[in-house]
């Protein structure tokens, strides 16, 4: 087993292979992640371009008087306007992630993922926050364009990552609770991003995630392990929630059967609810390299004209 924690050094390792997620999803759709991008509008926007001679028109608060001295004609300076989408990460480090069958535990492979894409937004010049769940407490960090903020929000994801331990009891209220935070965290226009494997998500949550949904881009990464979705081999394995503790018997075709039907039904409604608020899906498989999923999910161009990993 090579992944039930992970630490700063391995989230700020990700940094490289970030740069090749794509920032746009396939197709017309909107960006999936975009900022610090130069839009064409002209007006009294953040970053200075150039100064031409006045016009009949332009507002006079925009005459620059000493280079009009130094040129004998009246100039005007000219702004680009520069469209900002900050970037909030929610992401799920609750005892219900401490789980794995091979690889990667979930909470790992969860917090991988975020810092992929928390990497790929400040390369690209964007505002960072996140939203970071724990079993009975959850840290804010406001997005900010800076490498040593997001290296704080590493740090802690690591330090919440590194307190998970076999034994303890699942909240299921915790993601629920974090994205009620989100949703008065958000500003519109945001691409919000909730990283967990949604088990303990209810109605109210999913109500509150809908409502994030009406003024932002949302996307939802759910991490799996293959035993959410079937039983291990047939025989006897000593389970427990945190507060008891007993035996699971694969050997019952019936019990294994019970237990696919059960998980399947639980993806289907969650599937559900985010289509119908086109909220677009991924799944990360926690039994598997997250980078290499999150590059083949959602691949740059720049990549694939390199050939890079499939």
Do not use: C
């Not at 935070?181 to 500003?187: E, G, I, P, T, V």
């Amino acid at each position: 087993m090579s992944g039930a924690y992970t630490n700063l050094e391995e989230l700020t390792r990700l940094s490289a292979p970030a740069r090749r997620i794509s920032l746009f999803r396939p197709g017309p759709a909107k960006a999936l992640m975009s900022g610090g991008h130069q839009s064409r509008i002209r007006g009294r926007g953040m970053d200075f371009e150039e100064f031409r001679g006045y016009q009949p028109g332009d507002d006079i608060r925009t005459i620059d008087w000493r280079a009009s001295a130094r040129t004998n004609k009246t100039q005007t300076r000219v702004y680009r306007e520069e469209r900002e989408r900050p970037v909030l990460l929610v992401l799920d480090q609750g005892p219900g992630l401490f789980f794995g069958s091979k690889l990667n535990f979930k909470s790992v492979a969860a917090a991988e993922a975020m810092a992929m894409l928390a990497w790929k937004a400040l390369h690209h010049g964007d505002r960072v926050g996140a939203l970071l769940a724990g079993s009975d407490t959850h840290k804010e960090f406001r997005p900010r364009r800076s490498r040593q903020h997001l290296l704080q929000l590493l740090q802690q994801t690591a330090g919440m990552n590194q307190k998970l331990k076999a034994g303890q009891p699942r909240n299921d209220k915790a993601l629920d609770t974090v994205l009620a935070s989100a949703s008065r965290l958000a500003h519109p226009g945001s691409l919000v991003v909730v990283i967990s494997d949604f088990h303990g998500i209810s109605s109210n949550g999913l109500k509150d995630l809908a409502l994030i949904a009406r003024h932002n881009d949302v996307m939802a990464i759910q991490v799996f392990d293959p035993f959410d979705q079937q039983l291990p081999d047939a025989g006897l394995y000593s389970v427990s929630d945190g507060r008891h503790r007993g035996i699971l018997d694969t050997r019952a075709r019936r019990n294994r059967e019970l237990y696919s039907s059960q998980a399947i039904h639980k993806q289907k409604t969650l599937t559900e609810h985010l289509n119908k608020y086109r909220i677009p899906f991924m799944r990360i498989n926690s039994s598997l390299p997250t980078d290499e999923q999150m590059l083949g999910h959602i691949h740059s161009p720049e990549s694939r004209s390199e050939g890079g990993s499939q």
